[in-house]
């Protein structure tokens, strides 16, 4: 469930590309539409709430469903219908609360963000929000590794069963954070220079989704998703005159 990016690197077109790499069979809830390049967004325009959960209930009805995630939701109408569609969905849901593009385009309302934070936060099993998300709908402003737990509790607060703060934009080694409030797991990667990450969010948020849809539970879905991402992000390449998608295909690539 998200928004379809015209320029193939981010959203639903990442999510598809990530779940067909990982394995699995991806299906999709369109919920904008966007004109998009390696430059920036251009133009969105909402899907209405009646479709978007016509696409739903056609797909889950019929064929069933393992894992759902979500990503672009732009108003506080459409974020509360789709958590009352996973609140009847017995399948896990990660929910990745995109607030902006990777260029810095605005893409939630400021009015949806207490509908994310009292409506679909409380029925994921996994948030997903990166440092400006997390300032975003808590307030808190993560500048150290140390400021990644309070801002995981802030998250877990909300009602998620787990919460995983993307640390990304930390100086240095790059770190994540995974915790349901009891058990911490903090995942490091190296840091690769490449500018070309568009689309970086979509794909964890599909590759943990893909993990649980294959059973996984929640820490080995996480730790499996960051190892195809990193590896994504360090083949990021080159497209149009801005920032280049990552690689969903890296794994399928010969290497020489």
């Keep these: 469930m998200a928004g379809s990016d015209s320029g193939g690197g981010a ?19 369109l919920t904008a539409v966007t004109a998009q390049n ?23 009805d019929d064929i069933g469903v393992q894992a759902v995630k979500t990503g672009m939701l732009a108003s506080a ?17 990660v929910v990745d609360p995109v607030g902006v593009s990777k ?29 400006d998300e997390v300032a975003q709908l808590t307030g808190i402003h993560v500048t150290t590794e140390t400021d990644l737990r309070r801002a995981a509790e802030a998250i877990l607060a ?13 100086p240095g080694e790059p770190v994540d954070l995974l915790t349901d409030g009891t058990t911490e797991l903090r995942l490091r990667a190296p840091r690769h220079d490449n500018r070309h990450t568009h689309g970086t969010g979509c794909t964890l948020a599909s590759a943990i989704a893909a993990g649980l849809a294959k059973g ?41």
């Design 103 to 131: 260029h810095g385009d605005p893409l939630l309302a400021e009015a949806a963000l207490d509908s994310v934070r009292t409506r679909l936060l409380p029925v994921a099993t996994v948030a997903t929000p990166n440092l």
């Design 216 to 256: 996984l539970q929640v820490p080995e879905a996480v730790r499996a998703a960051k190892d195809y991402v990193t590896g994504a992000i360090a083949s990021g390449f080159p497209l149009g005159a801005g920032i280049g998608p990552v690689d969903h295909g890296w794994r399928l690539q010969p290497r020489g």
């Design 77 to 93: 109408e459409l974020v509360e219908a789709v958590a009352e569609l996973l609140a009847g969905t017995d399948a896990p849901a």
């Design 38 to 60: 390696s430059l920036g967004v251009q133009g969105v325009w909402q899907l209405p709430v009646e479709a978007v959960r016509a696409q739903y209930r056609s797909v889950v």
């Design 11 to 29: 959203g639903i077109q990442a999510d598809l590309k990530t779940m067909l790499a990982l394995g699995t069979h991806g299906m999709s809830v």
């Design 158 to 170: 909300f009602g998620p069963r787990w919460a995983l703060i993307k640390g990304g934009h930390l």
